[in-house]
């Protein structure tokens, strides 16, 4: 079974930096691209950027161009997120997602909660 | 960017009745759309890929339709475990973009 756990609830103060993991199990990471996908109170799921495990080549979404970096070590079968310069904007929940086929999310991550807050 | 508009924002709905979902694009996305369900406390899941392909683990009574800019999710009965929200996203053009949501509730 395909699975995603991602690292515990994060407080971060205004102008910090955020990392969070995704974990894989059940498949092998190099396999499957992985999208980063953050959803605020409120405010519809959007999309951050995405990273291919195999080659280590990333795309971002243009809102969060300079402040986002995706990564992936294969050795440790885990994607990561940092997310920099955060604001109270940022609180919200960040799941990562496989996409077996570049396209759609198949399977989500457990889900990170990030509060900014100083 | 592809904007996605869903409507409604809420639809009530008696267990047993049939539920019609809207997702509309800004411009065409062909059948390159997705459907997630999301139920309180937990992540999006997958629900149907390709405008029409239901994901594993869900039932015959979601069917999903449309092509081009135009796209409905319907539920023909609804069951209890069906109540959630239900986000529409394109994956025809980067960036990736979902709908606001349409949450089904009692």
């Known amino acids: 079974e395909v699975q995603l756990i991602q690292s515990g609830t994060e407080v971060k103060k205004p102008g910090a930096t955020v990392r969070i993991s995704c974990n894989v199990s059940?498949?092998?990471?190099?396999?499957?691209?992985i999208h980063w996908v953050q959803q605020a109170p409120g405010r519809r799921l959007v999309w951050l950027g995405l990273?291919?495990?195999?080659?280590?080549?990333?795309m971002y979404a243009e809102k969060f161009q300079g402040r986002v970096i995706i990564t992936a070590d294969t050795s440790s079968e885990t994607a990561y997120l940092s997310l920099s310069s955060l604001t109270s904007e940022d609180t919200a929940l960040y799941y990562c997602?496989?996409?077996?086929?570049?396209?759609?999310?198949?399977?989500w991550g457990t889900g990170t909660a990030v509060i900014v807050s100083s | 960017e592809i904007v996605m508009t869903q409507s409604p924002a809420t639809l009530s709905v008696s267990p047993g009745e049939r539920a019609t979902l809207s997702c509309r694009a800004s411009?065409?996305?062909?059948?390159?759309l997705a459907w997630y369900q999301q139920k309180p406390g937990q992540a999006p899941r997958l629900l149907i890929s390709?405008?029409?392909t239901r994901a594993t683990g869900f039932p015959a009574r979601f069917s999903g339709s449309g092509s081009g800019t135009e796209f409905t999710l319907t539920i023909s009965s609804l069951q209890s475990e069906d109540f959630a929200v239900y986000y529409c996203?394109?994956?025809?053009?980067?960036?990736?973009?979902f709908g606001q949501g349409t949450k089904v509730e009692i």
């Open positions: 997602a496989t996409d077996v086929y570049g396209s759609y999310m198949d399977v």
């Open positions: 059940g498949y092998i990471l190099s396999a499957y691209k």
């Open positions: 990273v291919d495990p195999d080659d280590g080549q990333t």
């Open positions: 411009q065409s996305v062909s059948s390159n």
């Open positions: 390709g405008a029409s």
């Open positions: 996203q394109q994956y025809d053009k980067w960036p990736r973009t």
